[in-house]
C-alpha cells in the first residue's frame, strides 16, 4: 500500500520510523512519502499561508501550494485523498478496514486555522476527524490513521492479533495478563493458567462482554 502524506511540517513524521510501522516501511509492506507542501509553493518567500478573508484570529493554508503539491503526486487522482481535520467523519474501525483495502491513500494536514475551502472543493474526497477536540494541526491525526490503516495491511501484524482485539467483534478486548503470577497482592485469574481452553474462551467473551457494557455500553446497543 502507499500512503502520500502533504505537510508543512515534515519532520513530525519521526514517530513513523519505529517499530512496527519501520518493519512494515522497510519490508515494502507499505510505502510513505511525505511532501513539503511549501516546496510547491509560488511566492517568492516561501509563504503557504495568509490571513482569513473576513477577518478573524489565525492564518489559513492557501489552495495554491496545495493544489500543486497534490497534482505532482497524484495527478491522476488514483489515491483516495483525505482531509484531516476536526470538522470531518469521525475515524472508527470500518474506516480503518475501508482504508487498508485501498491501493493508496493519500492525507492532507492542515495547520492553522485549517486551509482555504476550495482546496476541500476541488481536490479531498473525505474530510475526517480522529475525534471530538481540536489539535494543532493534522499532522498527529495523520500518524493515527497511518498507524491503525497500517494494522490492517497484509502481514503487517498477524491474523490473531486482529481478530482478538477491541472493536473486531463489537466489544472491548478482554484484559491481558503475563509474567508474574501475582503483583502487590493481585492474582492472574486462575482460569488463564487452567491450561483449559474452552474455559480460557469462555472467561474472555464474558469479560470483554463486561467492560464494554462498563465502558462503552453504546457499543452493545446494535445487538
Ligand atoms: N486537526 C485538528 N484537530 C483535528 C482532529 N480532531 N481530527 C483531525 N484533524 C484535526
New binding site residues.
Given amino acids: 500500500m502507499k500512503i502520500d502524506i502533504l505537510t508543512l511540517f515534515p519532520e513530525m513524521f519521526a514517530p513513523l520510523k519505529q517499530s512496527i510501522l519501520k518493519r512494515a516501511t522497510d519490508s515494502g509492506k507499505i510505502e510513505i512519502n511525505i511532501i513539503d507542501i511549501r516546496d510547491y509553493t509560488t511566492d517568492k518567500h516561501k509563504k503557504c499561508d495568509d490571513t482569513p478573508f473576513g477577518g478573524g484570529a489565525g492564518m489559513v493554508m492557501m489552495v495554491q501550494p496545495i493544489a500543486d503539491a497534490i497534482n505532482a503526486v497524484d495527478k491522476d487522482h488514483t489515491a483516495k485523498r483525505i482531509y484531516?481535520?476536526?470538522k470531518?467523519r469521525k475515524f472508527c474501525q470500518s474506516m480503518v478496514r475501508e482504508y487498508a483495502s485501498e491501493e493508496r491513500i493519500l492525507l492532507l494536514c492542515?495547520h492553522y486555522e485549517g486551509v482555504d475551502q476550495r482546496a476541500i472543493d476541488l481536490f479531498i474526497d473525505e474530510e475526517?476527524?480522529?475525534?471530538d477536540?481540536?489539535?494543532t494541526?493534522?499532522e498527529i491525526?495523520a500518524m493515527a490513521v497511518v498507524d491503525a490503516v497500517a494494522r490492517y495491511v497484509d502481514g503487517v501484524i498477524t491474523k490473531e492479533s486482529l481478530d482478538e482485539e477491541s472493536f473486531s467483534n463489537g466489544k472491548l478486548e478482554y484484559p491481558q495478563y503475563t509474567r508474574p503470577q501475582e503483583y502487590m497482592g493481585l492474582k492472574v485469574p486462575e482460569v488463564l493458567l487452567s491450561g483449559n481452553h474452552g474455559e480460557i474462551k469462555k472467561w474472555r467473551e464474558e469479560q470483554s462482554y463486561i467492560i464494554t457494557e462498563k465502558m462503552r455500553p453504546d457499543l452493545l446497543k446494535g445487538e
Fill in positions: 484531516l481535520s476536526p470531518g492542515g475526517v476527524s480522529i475525534g477536540y481540536v489539535l494541526g493534522g491525526p
